[in-house]
């Protein structure tokens, strides 16, 4: 069975197309090498030597890129949760190599964790967790959270 290589520039979705072994073919990125009875389309190869060895270095770029997409959305999620500002910096100076795992262990350990190397860095001794701090905008009817005597 010939194998074709996908040269689309994106992500391409075959909702109905299938391969030479009846296989739904689902989503094609740039540089899939598939068994096809046919090209699917215009976008479609015959599959060269070239393609082949080329392989090994797409699959690591797309690895890579999933990796920094996974490493800016655990930022985020870390910043929203309240980490300092010098550990966030910390983390993403460190990038993706240093910084993923970093951030996964943080994110695991949840507001906890987080809350915990914020007063390490702080300098402070462990105790009780800190409560976030109150947003005025957040208040309903200009309740500040305290009672008046």
Known sequence: MPEYT??????????????????????AEPGD??????????????????????????LAARERARDEERFAGHVRQLRDMGLNAASLAEITEAGVPGGLTAAEGLLRGGVRAVQQLNRQQAGLPPGKPQRRPRNPDSDQAGDSGTKEA
Do not use: N, Q
């Open 6 to 27: 996908f040269d689309g520039h994106c992500l391409h979705t075959y909702p109905v197309a299938r391969d030479a072994k009846g296989r739904h073919i689902g989503e």
């Open 33 to 58: 090498i598939r068994e096809l009875d046919a090209p699917l389309d215009h976008m479609w190869h015959l599959t060269t030597d070239e393609d082949r060895a080329a392989m090994p270095s797409i």
